[in-house]
Nanobody, 127 residues
Framework: QVQLVESGGDSVQAGGSLRLSCRAS????????MGWFRQAPGKEREGVAA????????YYADSVKDRFTISQDNAKNTLYLQMNSLKPEDTAMYYC????????????????????WGQGTQVTVSS
């Protein structure tokens, strides 16, 4: 059974930093796309960053480029999202996801039943 457990969400001031972690178990780690999504109240879930370490590829949404960095520690089966220069518009529930199969477009845009999901961790950025 695949389990993804996020941690690291918190409340911070604008301009601050946070690092989110996602510990994976029961998943063939680094053999597919893994990444972070976020969903703010009243908004659709959006893919923020993704990584496929076996092929050395990463993806970032335009809204987080140059501020967020996705990485993996394969020895710890853990995915990270380093978030710097946080803005109030980054406020959302952040979810870790791992693709069951398929290409990046499917991972990011769905159907979301194609992915395994964590329970989410809340990030709140105040101005």
């Amino acid at each position: 059974q695949v389990q993804l457990v996020e941690s690291g969400g918190d409340s911070v001031q604008a301009g601050g930093s946070l690092r989110l972690s996602c510990r994976a178990s029961g998943y063939t780690y680094n053999r597919g796309w893994m990444g972070w999504f976020r969903q703010a109240p009243g908004k659709e879930r959006e893919g923020v960053a993704a990584i496929y370490s076996d092929i050395g590829s990463t993806y970032y949404a335009d809204s987080v480029k140059d501020r967020f960095t996705i990485s993996q520690d394969n020895a710890k089966n853990t995915l990270y999202l380093q978030m710097n220069s946080l803005k109030p518009e980054d406020t959302a529930m952040y979810y870790c996801a791992a693709a069951k199969r398929g290409v990046l477009a499917t991972f990011l845009r769905g159907p979301y039943t194609n992915n395994y999901w964590g329970q989410g961790t809340q990030v709140t950025v105040s101005s």
